[in-house]
Structures are given as structure tokens and as C-alpha cells.
């Protein structure tokens, strides 16, 4: 409860840094190039943190978003809602809270409507580059402090740890008519980590503790408000009770405005806490002011 | 081996005859001088709407910024044109424009060539080259 209440006070302030800013929050930034918002809170794809961030201020201006998704699985369903505060498109700070529902394992248990709770809080520093102009891409140091509010059920499992740490480079550009005229979007993150799925099922385990995946997306942008695409990231194995594979995604985003964007995607997570082939759709609405 | 020979140029030879046409110029693909002009007449148009381009525009000759624009335009496209103006650099040369007020101008131009009903494809080819241009435009 009082972690709950530590989340709530931590929006609130983030709110409150926000808000005095929302009149000067900008909008300078070109359609879509603050992505979406993924599901640890980070701007980027569905799956994966990228460089850029979050909102559309420029290096004059502020940025921020709010984002709400849901990820309908076969055994399971995750909700994911948060917000992010960009100051100068140079440091991005984001807060994000996941709810697992452990649907078909909860029942199993005897904990019908059981959900693994876990908390993001993130921040990103742009260190060079900018994702539309020059040669380079832009480049973007990240970190995702997570906390797990329900550790039972991951213990249970062989998860060592409720909190860990994960650190990431990413890269991005978009570049123009690459893609047989259409602009093509690619994004290659490497993060250190020792969560199993995403945090949900803890840190480390009986197989091992941090390692480094790589995860990478690809998008085509058939006008300025479509975008299609593809994601991939790795995942460590590190828990022989419950084997984990790589996520990957399809997605569809579209950018009606600078002030909201919908993404349908179908999101494969593999296999979850010893059921299998985690796949279905997954629909994400996000805000910028 | 002859008629392996024979048959490989044969196809060779079919091959080159059923090559498209050279690939037209981005000039051509914007529709020459004309559709380029008429691009440029809606991007002034664009302009006179948006509150942060116009005031840049307030001590400009317009007839004079629609000739140089559309030859500036023609040039970078391939086209048969002379781009007689001054350099990116020196026309921004203490205008000090930001990074929102360029964007806004990219999407007055791609508002410009939507009403002009230029394919994304050729869009995205002008775009590319206009853009290398944006470290000689922001902030001087």
C-alpha cells in the first residue's frame, strides 16, 4: 500500500513539474517522431525503448505524455498506463505502472483475478544525434528502475530479486524516401538486464543474473500519420521453472495529431510462467500535450 | 556449350529490351517548372497562415522569394534551372530560427505538396534533399 501510495506521489510530482510547463510544452518536433509510448513507459515502440523521446518539444521546449495499453494473452493480460516528462528533448523521465493478470495460472492456483504488479521508473539522457537530420543517428543512454509489488508467485518460481535495474543504449533514424520512396524508421537498443518478463517474474534466477540482449525495430512510414512495422527483443533465460523465449510484435501506429496516437499491434511474448505461446493483440492510446 | 552460350545472351539481349525507360528526374516527378511554381504558391500560402513562419515574412519581396524559391527548388531537383540567389547560410544569416519554426516550414511544404497532390514517394525524395540544408538554416 504504501509503495502505491509512493507511485501516486511520484505521478503527482511529475504532474506537478508538468503542468506549469504544459503551456510551454512544444510541439515544435515533427509528426510521430516522439513514437510511442512502450510498455515499461519509455518512449519508443510497443516492445522496445528507443532514442528518441518522449512528446514532440524541441531543444526550446517541454514535452509530455500519457499512455494507457493493454495486451490481451491467451493465459494472460497485461494492462500498462504511466506518463513521461521531456525537458529539451534532452532528458526524458517517465513513470509507468504494469499489471500482470495471471488469468488462466491464477485460476489454477486457486487465486482467481491474482496479478503481478510492477513499477518503472525511468530516465533517458539524448546524447547525440537527432533522428530526422545529419548523418547519425540518434543516440540515447536509458535506465528502467524496476520494482515488483507482488513477489510471492516469482519467488515461488526461482526469482531472486523484486528490483533490479536495467540499462540501455538505443539508436534510431529515420531515413527519408529510404524505404522505395516511403521513410524508414530502425531502432537497435542494447540493454543490461536480469528481469524475467520484463520484471514481472522478478530478477535472476537458478540460470543466471544480469546479462545483455539486443533488441531492434523497423518501421515504414506510408505517409506522415501511418506507420508499420516490426520489433524484436530478446529476453534472458534465467529461470528453469519457467522458460522464457524472445518477444516480437507487428504494429500499426497511427498519428492523427500531435496530440494522440493509437497502435494495434500482435504481440508474441513465447512462453510465460510454463504456458505456452503468449500471442495476441494489443492496443495502446497515447497522449501528448 | 554453343547453344548455352546462345540461349544466355539471347536472354541477356531480352533483358535489356525489357528494361524500363530511364527513371524519371525528381524535377520531372514534381511536374517541371510549373508544378514546382504552383508548389511553391501554396507553400506562400501555407506560410501566410502559420503564426510562426509569417512574421519572418513581413519585410520579404514575395515576387521576388516566389522566382528564387522555385528556381532553388528546380535546381536541387535536377531540374534546367540556375539558382542565382544566396546561399542557405547567408539568407538565414541572423534570422535566428529555431528548430519548431524549421519543422513548421517542412510541414507547410508537405501541406503545400498534399494540396498539390504530390505522391509521399516524391515528397520524401525532396524532402531528403532539402533536409542536409537544415545546419545552414537554425540557429544563425
Given at each position: 500500500?504504501t509503495?502505491?501510495?509512493?507511485?501516486i506521489?511520484?505521478l503527482?510530482g511529475?504532474?506537478?513539474?508538468?503542468?506549469?510547463?504544459?503551456?510551454?510544452?512544444?510541439?515544435g518536433?515533427?509528426?510521430?517522431t516522439?513514437g510511442?509510448?512502450?510498455?515499461?513507459?519509455?518512449?519508443?515502440?510497443?516492445l522496445?525503448?528507443?532514442?528518441?523521446?518522449a512528446?514532440?518539444?524541441?531543444?526550446?521546449?517541454?514535452?509530455?505524455t500519457?499512455f494507457?495499453?493493454?495486451?490481451?494473452?491467451?493465459?494472460y493480460?497485461?494492462d500498462?498506463?504511466?506518463?513521461?516528462?521531456?525537458?529539451h528533448?534532452?532528458v526524458?523521465?517517465?513513470?509507468?505502472?504494469?499489471?500482470?493478470?495471471l488469468?488462466?495460472?491464477?485460476?489454477a492456483?486457486?487465486?482467481?483475478?491474482?496479478?503481478?504488479r510492477?513499477?518503472?521508473?525511468?530516465?533517458?539522457?539524448?546524447?547525440?544525434?537527432?533522428l530526422?537530420?545529419?548523418?547519425?543517428p540518434?543516440?540515447?543512454?536509458g535506465?528502467?528502475?524496476?520494482?515488483?509489488?507482488?513477489?510471492?508467485?516469482p519467488?515461488?518460481?526461482?526469482?531472486?530479486?523484486?528490483?533490479?535495474?536495467?540499462?540501455?543504449?538505443?539508436?534510431?533514424q529515420?531515413?527519408?524516401?529510404?524505404?522505395?520512396?516511403?521513410?524508414l524508421?530502425?531502432?537497435?537498443?542494447?540493454r543490461?538486464?536480469?528481469?524475467?518478463?520484463?520484471?514481472?517474474l522478478?530478477?535472476?534466477?537458478?540460470r543466471?543474473?544480469?546479462?545483455?540482449?539486443?533488441e531492434?525495430?523497423l518501421?515504414v512510414?506510408?505517409?506522415?500519420?501511418l506507420?508499420?512495422?516490426t520489433e524484436?527483443?530478446?529476453?534472458?533465460?534465467?529461470?528453469?521453472?519457467?522458460?522464457?523465449?524472445?518477444?516480437?510484435?507487428?504494429?500499426?501506429?497511427w498519428?492523427p495529431?500531435?496530440?494522440?496516437?493509437?497502435?494495434v499491434?500482435?504481440v508474441?511474448?513465447?512462453?510465460?510462467a510454463?504456458?505456452?505461446?503468449?500471442?495476441g493483440?494489443?492496443?495502446?492510446l497515447?497522449g501528448s500535450? | 556449350?554453343r547453344r548455352?552460350?546462345?540461349?544466355?545472351?539471347?536472354?541477356l539481349?531480352?533483358?535489356?529490351?525489357?528494361?524500363?525507360?530511364r527513371a524519371?528526374?525528381?524535377?520531372?516527378q514534381?511536374g517541371g517548372?510549373d508544378?514546382?511554381?504552383?508548389?511553391?504558391?501554396?507553400?506562400?500560402?501555407?506560410?501566410?497562415?502559420?503564426?510562426?513562419?509569417?512574421?519572418?515574412?513581413?519585410h520579404?519581396?514575395?515576387?521576388?522569394?516566389?522566382?528564387?524559391?522555385?528556381?532553388?527548388?528546380?535546381q536541387?531537383?535536377?531540374g534546367?534551372?540556375?539558382?542565382t540567389?544566396d546561399?542557405?547560410?547567408?539568407?538565414?544569416?541572423?534570422?535566428?530560427?529555431?528548430?519548431?519554426?524549421?519543422?513548421a516550414?517542412?510541414q507547410?511544404?508537405?501541406?503545400?505538396?498534399?494540396?498539390?497532390?504530390?505522391?509521399?514517394?516524391?515528397?520524401n525524395?525532396?524532402?531528403?534533399r532539402?533536409?542536409?540544408?537544415?545546419?545552414d538554416?537554425?540557429?544563425r
Open positions: 500500500m509503495r502505491y501510495a509512493s507511485v506521489g511520484l503527482a511529475l504532474l506537478a513539474l508538468a503542468l506549469p510547463t504544459a503551456c510551454r510544452a512544444g510541439d518536433r515533427l509528426l510521430a516522439g510511442v509510448t512502450e510498455v515499461e513507459g519509455s518512449a519508443g515502440g510497443g522496445v525503448p528507443w532514442a528518441v523521446l512528446g514532440y518539444g524541441t531543444r526550446d521546449q517541454m514535452g509530455v500519457a494507457r495499453t493493454r495486451l490481451d494473452l491467451p493465459d493480460r497485461l500498462a498506463w504511466g506518463a513521461a516528462f521531456t525537458w528533448n534532452r526524458e523521465l517517465s513513470v509507468a505502472r504494469d499489471r500482470f493478470d488469468g488462466t495460472l491464477g485460476r492456483i486457486g487465486l482467481p483475478g491474482a496479478a503481478l510492477q513499477d518503472v521508473f525511468g530516465a533517458k539522457l539524448r546524447l547525440a544525434g537527432d530526422v537530420y545529419g548523418p547519425w540518434q543516440l540515447t543512454l535506465v528502467q528502475r524496476k520494482r515488483l509489488l507482488d513477489f510471492t508467485i519467488r515461488l518460481v526461482g526469482a531472486r530479486r523484486d528490483r533490479g535495474t536495467d540499462v540501455y543504449l538505443a539508436a534510431s529515420l531515413l527519408l524516401g529510404a524505404a522505395d520512396g516511403y521513410n524508421l530502425w531502432n537497435l537498443t542494447l543490461s538486464t536480469a528481469a524475467n518478463q520484463f520484471g514481472l522478478g530478477f535472476g534466477g537458478d543466471g543474473g544480469r546479462q545483455l540482449v539486443g531492434g525495430s518501421a512510414l506510408l505517409d506522415p500519420h506507420a508499420v512495422g524484436y527483443r530478446q529476453k534472458p533465460d534465467h529461470l528453469s521453472f519457467a522458460h522464457e523465449s524472445h518477444a516480437s510484435d507487428l504494429f500499426v501506429a498519428f495529431d500531435k496530440h494522440v496516437s493509437l497502435t499491434a500482435y508474441s511474448l513465447g512462453p510465460v510454463g504456458l505456452r505461446d503468449q500471442r493483440w494489443y492496443l495502446s497515447q500535450l | 556449350m548455352l552460350a546462345c540461349l544466355a545472351s539471347a536472354l539481349l531480352a533483358a535489356c529490351a525489357t528494361a524500363p525507360g524519371p528526374t525528381l524535377y520531372e514534381l517548372r508544378g514546382i511554381a504552383a508548389i511553391t504558391d501554396r507553400l506562400l500560402d501555407a506560410f501566410a497562415g502559420d503564426p510562426l513562419v509569417a512574421p519572418a515574412f513581413r520579404v519581396d514575395i515576387r521576388r522569394y516566389r522566382i528564387n524559391f522555385t528556381d532553388y527548388l528546380c536541387i531537383a535536377d534546367p534551372c540556375h539558382y540567389g546561399s542557405m547560410a547567408e539568407v538565414h544569416r541572423g534570422m535566428h530560427i529555431d528548430e519548431a519554426a524549421f519543422n516550414v517542412v507547410d511544404l508537405i501541406t503545400a505538396m498534399d494540396r498539390q497532390h504530390v505522391p509521399v514517394r516524391v515528397q525524395r525532396l524532402l531528403a532539402l533536409a542536409p540544408e537544415r545546419k538554416i537554425i540557429y
